[in-house]
């Protein structure tokens, strides 16, 4: 109900927008047509289809009915999705009756509602949401034979999901790294099968074309990856080589940083982590993409609270303005002031770059910290325990979340211990 109720408010204040969403149609109506999607241009800003033949066939039900029905239709979907996830994270947190868990969710979407990122997903009839809820239901509540699936699907709607394969080859679920494969595959050559032509003109040359995406070759403003902020520097730069050299050490460096999240902390931190590590390496992430920013929020407010330290309820206050107001800052500034605009809208525009690099070097941190007081604690190479009573000689250390509850699992003991 409050999702129903949330749409209406929402389409009865924004009655222009959903330019993601008219693409969308027009994409799923070029298929139903049988006329080339990819030489689409829509609405007054002619705005090309950018996604997979797959996801054109996928979006062919939207062109079946009005562009009314299908905003009230879309905007629902994708604020019970946002409900749907963080209805998930809420569970984390052990609580068990429902309608404390269902009272919590309540809260927290309409704390997140209001961020840029969400909000301009919501406007623009972006599918962000949706594919964000895909993921984390697949990853962390999927049946595990067929996990990885839909994260294979996902990445055939929106190809940034593929980040998601390196990272469970990182942590070791080969299985799950191949089922997102064929899942992948299934949907390209599913579109080879119904759509040959635009499925040759897609993987064959307008995949790797940005400026169907972006002009400029990046330099835009809303352009939140490493790759937009270093188009706006000034100077002369070696953007290309500079950019590719830092995509390997994020790229890198961030996905052992969501291995080691996923393995102390739990599979949703873990996740949250490489999804923020495919952002920053991407050549275009608009501020839409980082619909991410809600389970980074809710998880890092959920520690700072069990914690209760201070300076981390903070920085959730500091990281919750940063996804709410630059944004908007931006918009209004380039929409209304467009000659105001200059170099300083780049720390506003860049700010959930730095962000995301802040928090996977955060991490990094905290977990080289902590593994080196666990090692000086225990004396013997294994961390220490986290349960008062726990037997000496059984160390026990935090591996993950269920929703629900917390799942504390032993390590053996050393060899000269055994009995």
């Known amino acids: 109900m409050s999702g129903a109720l949330t749409a209406f408010v929402f389409n009865a204040i924004y009655a222009e927008g959903w330019i993601d969403l008219e693409v969308y149609r027009e994409g799923g109506a070029a298929v139903l047509r049988g006329t080339p999607v990819y030489d689409l241009l829509v609405g007054e800003r002619w705005l090309r289809f950018t996604y997979s033949p797959f996801a054109a066939m996928l979006f062919t039900p939207l062109a079946l009915v009005g562009m009314e029905v299908a905003v009230a239709l879309w905007v ?27 009272n919590r969710t309540l809260l927290v979407v309409v704390a997140v509602l209001p961020l840029y990122p969400v909000m301009l997903t919501l406007w623009n009839g972006q599918i962000g949401i949706i594919l964000l809820l895909v993921t984390v239901v697949d ?33 070791r679920r080969f299985r799950a790294a191949l089922m997102a494969c064929l899942g992948f595959l299934g949907t390209v050559g599913l579109g080879f099968l119904l759509l040959p032509a635009d499925s040759r003109d897609y993987w064959g040359g307008a995949f790797f074309d940005t400026q169907r995406v972006v002009a400029g070759q990046g330099a835009d403003f809303f352009n939140q990856s490493l790759r937009g902020v270093l188009m706006l520097m ?35 931190a873990g996740i949250t982590a490489c999804a923020i590590v495919g952002l920053l390496v991407s050549p275009v992430s608009w501020p839409h993409h980082w619909v991410w920013c809600v389970p980074l929020l809710v998880l890092w407010a959920q520690r700072a609270r ?24 931006a918009l209004a500034t380039l929409l209304r002031y467009p000659s105001h605009a200059g170099m300083w809208l780049i720390p506003l525009t860049g700010s959930y770059v730095l962000s995301g690099l802040s ?21 013997d190479g294994y961390p220490v325990s986290v349960v008062p009573g726990s037997p000496p000689g059984m160390p026990i250390r935090l591996l993950d979340h269920d ?12 060899s000269g211990m055994r009995a």
Request: proline share 5%.
């Open 359 to 379: 928090a996977l070097l955060a991490l990094a941190v905290y977990f080289g910290w902590s593994d080196r007081r666990g090692r000086r604690g225990s004396g």
């Open 139 to 171: 990853l962390t509540h999927g049946n595990e034979k067929w996990r990885g699936v839909a994260t294979g699907v996902a990445a055939g709607v929106k190809v940034t999901a593929l980040i998601f394969i390196p990272y469970l080859l990182v942590t």
């Open 76 to 102: 629902l979907i994708s604020i019970l999705a946002l409900e749907a996830v963080i209805w998930i994270l809420v569970g984390r947190t052990g609580v068990k009756r429902r309608g404390r868990r269902a």
């Open 306 to 329: 069990r914690v209760d330290a201070r300076l981390e309820k903070v920085g959730v206050a500091f990281l919750w303005l940063v996804f709410l107001l630059p944004g908007y800052i």
């Open 403 to 414: 929703p629900g509850m917390d799942r504390l699992r032993s390590t053996d003991p050393p």
């Open 234 to 268: 000034p100077g002369s730069w070696p953007t290309v080589p500079l950019w590719l050299a830092l995509c390997a050490v994020v790229g890198a460096g961030g996905l052992l940083v969501a291995a080691w999240a996923s393995k102390k902390v739990g599979e949703l």
